[in-house]
């Protein structure tokens, strides 16, 4: 998602590209004039400006795009004019638009050149923040989280990035480019692949390098080889000028192929050539280019089951994953959950300028049980929303708008499946609270693994650090400790 400022004064079409916009899920403000244009861009971000050449007023589109460019403006600027008037848009990308749409808009073309803008624009914020790092000699800090299997998987993600990013020839003379590094990341929705992959380009080598974001589920089927391998001018209709693809955006660093699961196959033995060979073709072009590029990817598919489905090629799949790393869930991380709010609370209490409120203990102890299934996104959504919702100084059980109902309902149902016996209630005697459900619950999970803990903490699916603080809490530690003497 974006956020995008349109400026047109034909209140149709304002309405019709505003319209699509949306639909693209991006966020967009929409005005008639350059002077409302301005008070825009004095109020907020913006990273695509899309200016009509010719507007109310005494001021251009033109006018205004040489008066951003002129300023501290670096997003996209894409000019629409009327066909008649190319020569408006050639002055137009003179002056700094990056490209432009004749009218009458097609609004397929509108989404691909606004969609390749956006990428770009994001691609040239992470170029400028790694050679920041780099400058002021430093690395970004470690992901968040003290856990002992949190603690192995960064372990593991530092060492995977020491490897070197391509495996040159002996012969250095040699143009040959020789197979490129790869790295697979699998895990949860949400576990944190991203960032687990920007924390192995930042400890490499070579920080300061790119790092290159493909989200595989979004590149349009048709033009997937051109967005990642770049094109010749006239390689196809809407090839105005020849253009690199993210490959090439990203040589001598990190791109990170996210969800790769999702490639077309029939793309995906080109993408086999690549890394084999560390050469890459532009559409439209006869000449290969040497690069030199590490490649991240990241699934929560199973790759090997879409093997067997005939969705994935076996031998792309064997190339990938010569070297793995599996996250754990957020559920897997102990008291990770909590460490992750209160540093995202921090965060949202310093960018929207909150006051000093924090969690209650009550509140930490509803992270601390959830099971985040949604995982890292999910804790991130939950504690933006908490923030917002907080009147007083601390956020409240209400606030978190979790699921009120207790863990341990769902976790007697597996229990009932998944161990022998039956959990059975005399409802005749009144209503049971999910307190006493749970406490009963722990007790037959004890018995029936000898009053082993871990054990039988996780056969009800809890961590076992909120299940030893619900022992001490429903005060059966002297249950335990009969049951282990038995």
């Known amino acids: 998602m974006a956020n995008i400022l349109l400026i047109e004064d034909d209140e149709t079409l304002r309405f019709t590209i505003s319209r699509a916009l949306r ?4 966020e967009v403000e929409s005005v008639e004039s350059v002077s409302q244009a301005r008070q825009c861009i004095q109020s907020a971000p913006f990273d695509l400006v899309l200016t009509d050449v010719h507007l109310v007023g005494d001021e251009s589109g033109i006018d205004f795009i040489e008066e951003l460019r002129a300023g501290s403006f670096r997003g996209g600027v894409i000019v629409m004019t009327a066909f008649a008037n190319v020569d408006d848009a050639v002055r137009a990308m003179k002056l700094g638009a990056d490209d432009y749409l004749s009218k009458p808009v097609r609004l397929e073309e509108l989404g691909l050149i606004t969609e390749r803008l956006l990428e770009q624009y994001r691609q040239s914020k992470q170029l400028r923040l790694y050679q920041r790092i780099h400058k002021a000699g430093q690395k970004e800090k ?18 995977l990035a020491q490897i070197p990013v391509a495996n040159r020839t002996v012969d250095h003379g040699s143009s040959s480019g020789g197979a490129v590094t790869t790295v697979l990341i699998s895990g949860e929705t949400g576990s944190g692949k991203g960032v687990v992959a920007r924390h192995i380009h930042a400890s490499g080598k070579d920080p300061d390098q790119p790092f290159v974001h493909v989200n595989c589920t979004a590149l349009p089927g048709s033009l997937i080889e051109s967005e990642l391998f770049g094109h010749e001018k006239g390689a196809f209709t809407d090839a105005k000028e020849a253009r690199e693809g993210l490959f090439e955006m990203a040589d001598g660093g990190t791109i990170f192929l996210d969800e790769i699961g999702d490639l077309p196959i029939e793309f995906q033995a080109k993408l086999l050539t690549v890394l084999e060979e560390g050469k890459i073709r532009r559409v439209g072009s006869g000449k290969e280019q040497t690069i030199r590029v590490r490649i991240l990817a990241a699934t929560n598919r199973d790759l090997e089951k879409k ?14 994953n010569a070297f793995t790393l599996t996250l754990p869930s957020l559920r897997e991380r102990d ?3 909590v460490e992750i709010a209160g540093h995202l609370l921090a965060k949202l209490r310093k960018e929207y300028g909150l006051s000093q409120i924090d969690f209650s203990v009550e509140a930490i102890e509803r992270i601390r049980e959830h099971r985040w299934p949604g995982n890292v996104r999910e804790l991130f959504n939950m504690t933006q929303r908490a923030a917002m919702l907080c009147d007083g100084k601390e956020i409240v059980v209400s606030d978190l708008g979790l699921d009120q ?17 039956e959990l059975r209630f005399n ?22 693994t000898k009053g082993n803990v871990s054990k039988a903490s996780r056969l009800i699916g809890m961590q076992r650090s909120s299940f030893r603080y619900r022992i001490e809490r429903y005060d ?5 400790q009969e049951i282990v003497g038995r």
């Not at 093997?307 to 990938?320: S, Y």
């Not at 109902?405 to 016996?421: F, L, N």
């Not at 005749?428 to 029936?448: C, N, R, T, V, Y």
Request: glycine share 6%.
């Open 23 to 26: 639909k693209a899920e991006h």
């Open 476 to 480: 059966i530690d002297e249950i335990v």
């Open 427 to 448: 409802f005749e005697d009144g209503p049971h609270s999910a307190e006493e459900i749970e406490k009963i619950l722990m007790i037959q999970a004890l018995e029936f």
């Open 335 to 337: 008291d990770d959950a």
């Open 307 to 320: 093997v067997r489905e005939g969705t994935f090629r076996e031998d792309l799949l064997f190339r990938i």
């Open 405 to 421: 109902q207790r863990s341990a309902s769902g976790a007697a149902e597996r229990c009932t499946t998944q161990a022998p016996g």
């Open 142 to 159: 470690r992901p968040i989280g003290r856990s002992d299997i949190w603690m192995r998987t960064l372990q593991l993600a530092e060492r």
